[in-house]
Nanobody
């Protein structure tokens, strides 16, 4: 069974740092883009950062210069290093990956279960 498992969320004071991890497991032929999304209470889910299979990255304006997305292809894992955290970064963070899980090469979206990040002021 293919799944994404996240870890690394928690409670941190403003200005602090956290590192999120998301590992893909199961029968996976390849992984294309991987991304982190977040959803705060009462708000829509938003894209935080994305990284392609080639390592190109893009970020939401609100996190540029503070967050860094990276991936370890050997471990099928994507990371989100979050520095200079602000109370407005408080949300449930979920990873997303486009996985090729069949011999025909079609890619499908998979989601992690989400991890809570809370930043206190």
């Amino acid at each position: 069974q293919v799944q994404l498992v996240e870890s690394g969320g928690g409670l941190v004071q403003a200005g602090g740092s956290l590192r999120l991890s998301c590992a893909a497991s199961g029968r996976i032929f390849s992984i294309n883009a991987m991304a982190w999304y977040r959803q705060a209470p009462g708000k829509q889910r938003e894209l935080v950062a994305v990284i392609t299979s080639g390592g190109s990255t893009d970020y939401a304006d609100s996190v540029k210069g503070r967050f860094t997305i990276s991936r370890d292809n050997a471990k099928n894992t994507v990371y989100l290093q979050m520095n200079s955290l602000k109370p407005e970064d408080t949300a449930v963070y979920s990873c997303n990956a486009r996985l090729v899980v069949t011999l025909k090469g079609f890619e499908y979206d998979y989601w992690g279960q989400g991890t809570q990040v809370t930043v206190s002021s």
